[in-house]
C-alpha cells in the first residue's frame, strides 16, 4: 500500500461519484484515495420535488439554492481540513478535475506545506485573470461548445442565487449538444448514465471569485497537469495557457505534463490511464 493519499475534488455540479472509477483503479495500484463533496455537494445537494417527474419547471425557477451562500472560500476551507488530516498519514496529492481547479489552487496557496502535489485534470488554475468567467472572454477558449447549453439554465441566478440547468430534460437538440461539450468520445448510453449523477445547482460565487495562485505559496508545490485534447469545454488551447502562465509565473518549477485523448468529463470513463499518470506521480 502506498503511503500517498490522493484527495481528488469534482468540477462543477458534480460530486464525489464521479471519482468512484478511478478510484477503483487507484485501489487496484496499492493506492490511498478519498475524494471529498464540496459545501452542498454529494447528499447535501438540493433536488426540489420540481425537479423529479414530471417536472415543475416554473416553480423549480422560483425555489431559492442551497448554494447561495456558498463561496470559494468555504470549498477552500472544507479541503484544506481534509488535507489536513490526510495528510497525518502520509503525502497528500491533490487533484482537481474543471472547477475544482479553483478550489485545490486556494488550498496550495493556504497550505503549500502539506500538499506533496497539485494534478489539474483539464482544471482551471487562474494566473493572469482573477477566475474562470474572466478567462471565458479570451480568444484561447472560442473553440468551446458551451454556447448553445444557456438553453439548459432554469430561472434567474441572481434570483435562484446559483447557477442552475435541467439534467433531467428529455429535450434531443440538448442532449446532443451538451454530449457534444462534455462527452464526446462516449457512448448515449454512457453519457446518460454520467449526466444522472450531476446535481443542477452551482454556486457562481465560486466561479467568479478571485482564485488567482501565488508564486510564493502554491508556486512552491510540484505540480502536474493532465491536458485533455478532445475538450470542448476547456479548450486545449486554453489549457495549454493556463499551464504556460502558471509555467511563466514560477518558471524554476513548471507544470510535468501529461495528455490523454478524451473529452472534458471522459477521463472518468478512462480510468486505468488516469489511475497509471497518478500512480506514477506518487512519492
Known amino acids: 500500500m502506498s503511503s500517498n493519499t490522493f484527495v481528488l475534488v469534482h468540477g462543477s ?9 478511478i478510484q477503483r483503479e487507484l485501489a487496484l495500484l496499492g493506492h490511498r484515495s478519498l475524494a471529498v463533496d464540496l459545501p452542498g455537494h454529494g447528499l447535501d445537494a438540493q433536488y426540489p420535488v420540481a ?5 415543475d419547471l416554473d416553480a423549480w425557477a422560483a425555489e431559492p439554492s442551497t448554494l447561495a451562500g456558498v463561496t470559494l472560500q468555504d470549498n477552500v476551507d472544507l479541503v484544506t481540513d481534509v488535507v489536513r488530516r490526510a495528510a497525518q498519514h502520509g503525502p497528500v496529492v491533490l487533484v482537481g478535475a474543471s472547477l475544482g481547479g479553483v478550489t485545490i489552487s486556494g488550498v496550495g496557496n493556504a497550505i503549500p506545506e502539506l500538499v506533496d502535489r497539485l494534478v489539474y485534470i483539464s482544471a482551471w488554475s487562474c494566473v ?4 474562470p468567467v474572466a478567462y471565458m472572454g479570451e480568444p484561447e477558449f472560442a473553440d468551446n461548445l458551451m454556447a448553445p447549453l444557456a438553453a439548459f439554465n432554469v430561472g434567474d441566478p441572481a434570483e435562484v ?27 448515449d448510453e454512457q453519457f446518460l448514465a454520467f449526466l444522472n449523477i450531476l446535481q443542477p445547482d452551482e454556486s457562481i460565487a465560486v466561479m467568479t471569485a478571485d482564485a488567482r495562485v501565488q508564486a510564493g505559496t502554491w508556486g512552491t508545490i510540484a505540480r502536474s497537469y493532465i491536458r485533455l485534447t478532445g475538450d470542448r469545454s476547456i479548450p486545449l488551447a486554453m489549457q495549454d495557457r493556463l499551464i504556460a502562465e502558471a509555467d511563466a509565473l514560477t518558471p ?25 499518470i497518478l500512480g506514477g506521480l506518487a512519492r
Request: aromatic residues 10%; proline residues 6%; hydrophobic residues 40%.
Open 161 to 187: 442565487g446559483a447557477g442552475r440547468a435541467n439534467y433531467r430534460t428529455a429535450d434531443p437538440k440538448l442532449l446532443a449538444d451538451l454530449k457534444a461539450a462534455t462527452l464526446a468520445d462516449v457512448t
Open 252 to 276: 524554476g518549477n513548471p507544470y510535468d505534463v501529461h495528455t490523454l485523448d478524451t473529452s472534458h468529463a471522459g477521463f472518468v470513463f478512462r480510468p486505468a490511464e488516469v489511475a497509471a
Open 51 to 55: 425537479y423529479q417527474a414530471p417536472q
Open 128 to 131: 493572469r485573470l482573477s477566475n
Open 13 to 21: 455540479g458534480s460530486n464525489s461519484f464521479m471519482w468512484t472509477s
